[in-house]
């Protein structure tokens, strides 16, 4: 039996596939979920979505959002963006990991707001630049 995984963004259908586990970037730390998981609702950060079937393993950069477990195996990621391996543009993602790090590096603020901004964004970046390295793995 296969957990049925979408991965939703405001532009639509970004990914819709069969997974033997899925193991998303959850607020609180990297989650799995197997066939037969209990029903479970999850904020999500920035990172690196990881979809295993077959004894292979496809992996997805999503953004911000929730992810949905449901009944009869189905699983839900509602984010703000995602990009395959294919769809990444390794120089960017590394300008803007270079960026963000740069950004926080000289943060004297008190944090907040801005400064959660500059995490995300850190997060964005590198969960890019992990995607993009697996199509060459």
Known sequence: MALHVEVVTPRGAA???????VVAPGVLGEFGVLPGHLPLLSG????VLRLRHGGKQELVAV??????VGARDHVIVLTETCEKSAQVDVEVARRDLAAADEKLRAWS?????EFQRAVLDRAWAEARIKVSESRRA
Not at 15 to 21: F, V, Y
Not at 44 to 47: A, F
Not at 63 to 68: D, H, P, Y
């Open 44 to 47: 999500l950060r920035p990172g």
């Open 15 to 21: 990914l819709s596939a069969d997974a033997d586990e």
């Open 63 to 68: 953004g911000a959002g929730f992810v949905q």
């Open 109 to 113: 603020r008190e944090t907040g707001a």
